[in-house]
């Protein structure tokens, strides 16, 4: 089956980290960009980090610029999350992004327009 599987939400206190992962598996996770969304309850969907599909470009909301590090190896990507803030309680998902030009498109508008395949979303809770 073709799918990705997140893992790694919780709850922590302001400052802590989580580390959010995305396994692949049906399908080659290379061929494409891979993009975390997060909702929010209230708000508007967030495009909030995009790496391209080699993994040389990297791509990130000014809300987490500075705190939040993307990466991926061959069928799993991540999202380090430090210093993490009340304002980023969300439920989290992955998604492939068909082009690696549609990273910024993700970043700057939120579009799921070349996001085919999706996590079931994990869900990351700052509270003290």
């Known amino acids: 089956q073709v799918q990705l599987v997140e893992s790694g939400g919780g709850l922590v206190q302001p400052g802590e980290s989580l580390r959010l992962s995305c396994a692949a598996s049906g399908f080659t996770l290379g061929d494409y960009a891979i993009a975390w969304f997060r909702q929010a309850p209230g708000k508007e969907r967030e495009g909030v980090s995009c790496?391209?599909?080699?993994?040389?470009s990297t791509y990130y909301a000014d809300s987490v610029k500075g705190r939040f590090t993307i990466s991926r190896d061959k069928n799993t990507a991540h999202l380090q999350m430090n210093s993490l803030k009340p304002e980023d309680t969300a439920v989290y998902y992955c998604a492939t992004v068909l082009r690696d030009i549609g990273c910024v498109l993700v970043i700057t508008t939120a579009t799921t327009d070349e996001s085919d395949y999706w996590g079931q979303g994990t869900q990351v809770t700052v509270s003290s």
């Open positions: 790496i391209s599909s080699t993994g040389i």
